[in-house]
């Protein structure tokens, strides 16, 4: 599995229509987050777009052109999704690792067609059952990716093993980073050890070493994803969440995931480079709500385009300081900072509802 900064072919998102989601208002706020998202990302990469019919494909292709967006990069696929997810319930894109020699050979072999990317690039379909059997409505979008004719032209494996995209993150070169919290629950694979757990993500996607952080951020009804809380920016370099208030009860939880970072080491031996982030003061709900209060409002759930680094923002102080980290990350890359208080609302933000397909070993296809 290749680390996210690597080029892309394209990135994969899926239109918001569900309205238990995002009810009233917020659903039309949320199409805005996806129309400014997906205006950063289609200067450098194509956008394949799951719409539910031709109708809204045409409004959506309306609304970007009068933003004077790259409409060539976008492609539209009809599907019947049940929301947004498609981190959790998409494809897991892998390559396969080839020398600069045999890079050499397969460039000039390469077809015109871009949608047909040879053997070199592969998907894994893990098992979706929204978190834990959280919600069976939701629970129907395992059900996405084999409809889906674009996929077909991938070499692909069905793994009978409950795992989201968001639970894991890795720095493409073996190591993975993940939470006991969410992996180890037996809400997901209870069958399985940890031991067994280690072997299927080393055999499937290629990594040689998980890093096992502890618990997640309040609020999160993934149990502990990843993406919410430490993410590989570069090869040994984490960012990785902290909260200085001591009265909240993240302080402890990302306090002790920094301890482990500390001690932890990657796939060669090499200890990491840590860069904090901090956390944007809490963003609370009604009663009633499934994040019991609190919505899981993260900086480090943002996505690395070829092009730009898509970054969630929750109209807070701390705001501006992660726009300064991300720049300093990523000075070659557009940042492109967007209001996410709607899109966080249905407890996820912009790295749950993107997915990357990597661009083929010698390059991006014409």
């Keep these: 599995m290749p680390a996210e900064w690597a080029l892309h072919e394209a990135t994969w998102l899926t239109w918001p229509t569900n309205r238990i989601t995002w009810p009233g208002k917020r659903l039309k706020e949320v199409e805005d987050i996806y129309l400014q998202m997906m205006g950063a990302l289609l200067p450098g990469e194509r956008v394949h777009l799951l719409v539910p019919d031709g109708k809204t494909g045409r409004r959506i292709l309306t609304a970007l052109e009068s933003r004077k967006a790259v409409t060539r990069n976008l492609v539209l696929h009809r599907a019947k999704t049940v929301d947004t997810w498609i981190r959790d319930y998409g494809p897991i894109f892998v390559k396969k690792v080839v020398s600069s020699q045999q890079s050499v050979v397969r460039k000039k072999m390469l077809t015109p067609d871009h949608r047909l990317l040879s053997t070199d690039i592969a998907f894994c379909k893990f098992q979706f059952n929204a978190w834990g059997g959280k919600y069976a409505d939701l629970a129907r979008d395992n059900g996405v990716v084999p409809k889906l004719e674009y996929l077909k032209n991938f070499r692909s494996w069905n793994i009978p093993m409950v795992l989201e995209g968001g639970s894991i ?103 990491f480079k840590i860069v904090e982030i901090p956390m944007p003061a809490p963003l609370r709900v009604k009663e009633g709500h499934s994040a019991s209060g609190r919505l899981p409002a993260s900086y480090a759930n943002f996505y690395i385009g070829n092009a730009a680094v898509l970054l969630p923002l929750y109209n807070h102080s701390n705001d501006r300081h992660a726009v300064r980290i991300l720049k300093d990350l990523f000075p070659k890359k557009k940042i492109a900072a967007i209001q996410c208080s709607s899109l966080v609302f249905g407890l996820g933000s912009i790295h749950c509802v993107t997915q990357q397909q990597p661009a083929c070993p010698a390059g991006r296809p014409a």
């Design 169 to 271: 993150d890795t720095d493409g070169r073996g190591t993975c980073l993940t939470t006991e919290q969410c992996l180890l629950n037996p809400n997901r694979n209870p069958k399985l050890s940890r031991k067994d757990i280690e072997a299927r993500l080393k055999k499937y996607l290629g990594f040689r070493k998980i890093v096992w952080l502890k618990e997640g951020i309040e609020g999160d009804d993934t149990d502990g994803h990843v993406d919410d809380i430490t993410r590989f920016v570069a090869s040994r370099t984490v960012l990785t969440a902290v909260e200085p208030d001591h009265s909240e009860k993240n302080h402890e939880y990302l306090k002790e995931n920094l301890h482990i970072l500390k001690s932890e080491r990657d796939a060669d031996g090499k200890k």
